[in-house]
Every structure is written in structure tokens, then in C-alpha cells.
């Protein structure tokens, strides 16, 4: 059955971002496509910044589902990346000018026996070229305005660390990398050469997971446009709560259902404490959690088909 096109959507898309697409294009593209394809205004945000030159997994939240998109920038990414060994650019990436050389080129055992060093908590420095802000300023504005950027480092989590069976031996690896919220995949990149004796920069990035979204459950854009057309866009559609597997359910009744909708508090609560998703029946009603027996809601969702 279709959707009701005159109601909102509520729920995800992901996004196979392609490389050269900024986050907030990828958003703007899907907005264009429900406009151009007659369904209603809707509420479309992003669920993590994905580099114009990376590609792969953008959650994209629709309706209700934006208002859990902040929990997608705490969530841990996996990166599929590739290191081009003996030339450093300004950004790390391809798109910077060469700043340094080596003639070193470590061999694949060499870097897997350095992959240890970057697995765990790890401190790194951010790029000169990102989107920190220095003094009120985005830094890679002063970086493109010849300014020198010194950024402070930062502690992150590198969960695992592996070179990618079959990589290329020689000026190329490629790794992929299972990190916490706040990693630079071209930080990483430049102090794993420089551990190496050499230096290095990106020239392949994707990111292959974005919390418990997957690349598998990823469409590109032209596929999301054929959809769109063919009036089945909502087959594409994940639910609001997929962007909360590890959250558990709490079942409600009408009556609570609806106490909840007004913010009220439950009382007498026997599950233990903890953060729940409180559904009336098969519909999500809020994002609430539970304190010693009392279940406050963090975040409402006005989902049609819930108790009035």
C-alpha cells in the first residue's frame, strides 16, 4: 500500500553519498526529490558530516527521525580508506597541494606490525583543513587564506585497525578503521606514515557504517530519484526506531500512552534504569528514561495512528 503522500514522512534514508557531495547537498537533494515527486513538506536533516571527498553511508532522518539525529554524531563509523605513501598535501587529501616527500615506502608487514600503536584511545591532532572552529572562525578558512592553523589534539577510540586483505603492496594500502565519534580519518592516515618513517595522505575514503546503518542498506541518489517516480519511495524507508537498535522497548497502554504524549511523568516503573523507547503498540511515542521507577521523556514523537 502507498503512503498517504499529504502526511510527512517519518523515518531514515540512507544515503550512498557519492564523492564531490557535500552533507548538507545530500540533504538538499532529498528534500528536492519529495518536492519533485508531490510528497508533503517534510522536516530533512543529516546524521553525521560526511567530507565532500568521502563517499559511502549518509543516514539521512526524515520527519520525526530528525529529532534522533544527534544521537547519530555520537554514534562509531567504520572507514574503508586508502594511505598513498611519500607525498603529504596541505589538506590530506587529494585535493591539498604536495607540502612533503619521502622516499620511503614501508612494506605491508611494516604497517601491520604499526597498526597496534593507533588501536584503543589514541590522541590525535585535527586537520588544518576541517571544520573546527579556531577564535569563531572554521579552520580550513584560514588554512585556504594562508593563515597557520594550530589545532589542539584529541582523545579518540580506534575500536579495531586492520589492513584490507589484497591491498596494494608498494605506495598504496588500504585500511579499514572502526572509530569513535570525533576521528579524522586523514589525521590517522598522516600519523601512521609518519610512524612508518615516511609521510602520506587519503586518496580513497568511504564510510562503510554510521551507527547501525550499513552500507548495504545504503541507495545512491539517482536510484532514490527512480524511486521517487515510480511512487514506491516509502519501500526505501526505515522505520525511526532502526536509528535505536540498542534501545529496548517499553510496551504502553492507551492510557499511558497518552500521559506520556502530554509530558508527564510514569510512576511504579519495575524495569530498571535506563533509557527506553515507549511505544503503543508497533508506534514509537518517546524516547524516555527511566530513573529509579520513574520514566521521564527525553523525546516525543508525534507519529500518526498513536492514542489520542
Not at 25 to 48: E, P
Not at 94 to 107: F, H, K, L, M, N
Not at 128 to 150: F, T
Request: overall charge negative.
Amino acid at each position: 500500500m502507498t503512503a498517504d503522500r499529504n502526511v510527512p514522512l517519518s523515518g531514515w534514508l540512507i544515503l550512498d553519498k557519492p564523492k564531490g557531495m557535500g552533507s548538507t547537498q545530500g540533504v538538499s537533494a532529498v528534500k528536492r526529490v519529495l518536492r519533485q515527486n508531490g510528497y508533503a513538506k517534510t522536516k530533512v536533516g543529516h546524521g553525521g558530516t560526511l567530507d565532500p571527498l568521502a563517499e559511502g553511508v549518509l543516514p539521512i532522518a526524515l520527519g520525526e527521525a530528525t529529532k534522533l539525529a544527534g544521537r547519530m554524531l555520537d554514534a562509531s563509523k567504520i572507514y574503508e580508506f586508502t594511505v598513498q605513501f611519500g607525498e603529504e598535501t596541505s589538506t590530506l587529501d587529494t585535493e591539498g597541494d604536495v607540502v612533503a616527500t619521502s622516499d620511503v615506502r614501508p612494506t605491508h608487514a611494516q604497517v601491520e606490525e604499526v597498526l597496534p600503536r593507533f588501536t584503543g584511545p589514541i590522541k590525535q591532532v585535527p586537520p588544518a583543513y576541517s571544520a573546527l572552529k579556531v577564535g569563531g572562525q572554521r579552520a580550513y578558512d584560514l588554512a585556504r587564506a594562508g593563515e597557520v592553523v594550530e589545532l589542539k589534539s584529541r582523545s579518540v577510540t580506534i575500536h579495531s585497525l586492520v589492513m584490507l586483505p589484497g591491498a596494494q603492496e608498494g605506495d598504496y594500502v588500504t585500511l579499514v578503521a572502526h572509530v569513535s565519534k570525533g576521528t579524522y580519518i586523514r589525521s590517522l592516515a598522516r600519523d601512521i606514515a609518519y610512524a612508518l618513517g615516511t609521510c602520506g595522505h587519503v586518496t580513497y575514503l568511504r564510510r562503510t557504517k554510521a551507527g547501525p546503518f550499513t552500507q548495504e542498506q545504503a541507495i545512491s541518489l539517482d536510484n532514490l530519484e527512480e524511486a521517487a517516480k515510480r511512487a514506491n519511495l516509502e519501500h526505501l524507508l526505515l522505520p525511526l526506531e532502526a536509528g535505536l537498535d540498542d534501545i529496548p522497548a517499553l510496551h504502553l497502554d492507551q492510557t499511558s500512552a497518552q500521559a506520556v504524549r502530554q509530558g508527564r511523568v510514569l510512576s511504579d516503573m519495575p524495569q530498571s534504569s535506563g533509557l527506553y523507547l515507549a511505544k503503543l503498540g508497533a508506534v514509537p511515542v518517546a524516547l524516555m528514561e527511566i530513573l529509579d521507577g520513574t520514566a521521564t521523556v527525553v523525546r516525543g514523537f508525534n507519529l500518526p495512528d498513536v492514542a489520542e
